[in-house]
């Protein structure tokens, strides 16, 4: 990451239908998100991506295993992540709900799309 302090302490946003929490380990960013990430909820993971980008880490990772629902608008939002940080942006989608919807728009060719957060820090 560029500023060479700690690593911050993870922050939460969303609510109850969708958290998202931001975290990092050394100079990775970790976005987990949980739930129903859909229109009313997508902001909160607008919040959490733009939080990565202002600390441009090394590897910025998102992790929809938690995800039940992965709507055109949470999408947005990843497509937003991937055109600031390229190729140090990586989406975990391991489960039917978040890796269905981004396969068939073919958001493979676009971002790195993996089975689990171990895959995405190797």
Do not use: K, W
Not at 5 to 14: A, D, H, K, V
Not at 16 to 25: A, I, K, M, N, W
Not at 106 to 114: E, G, H, K
């Amino acid at each position: 990451m560029n500023d060479h302090g700690s690593s911050p302490l993870p922050r939460q946003y969303g609510d109850e239908r969708c958290t998202v929490e931001v975290s990092y380990d050394g100079t990775t960013a970790i976005v987990a998100v949980t739930g129903e990430a859909d229109q009313i909820t997508a902001p909160a993971l607008g919040a959490g991506i733009e939080e990565v980008i202002s600390r441009q880490p090394d590897r910025a990772v998102v992790d929809l295993l938690g995800v039940s629902f992965l709507a055109s608008a949470a999408i947005r939002e990843l497509i937003v992540g991937h055109r600031a940080l390229g190729d140090r942006f990586v989406v975990v989608a391991g489960n039917r709900n978040a890796r269905r919807p981004l396969f068939e728009l073919a958001l493979d060719r676009l971002f790195r799309i993996v089975d689990n957060v171990a895959e995405a820090t190797a």
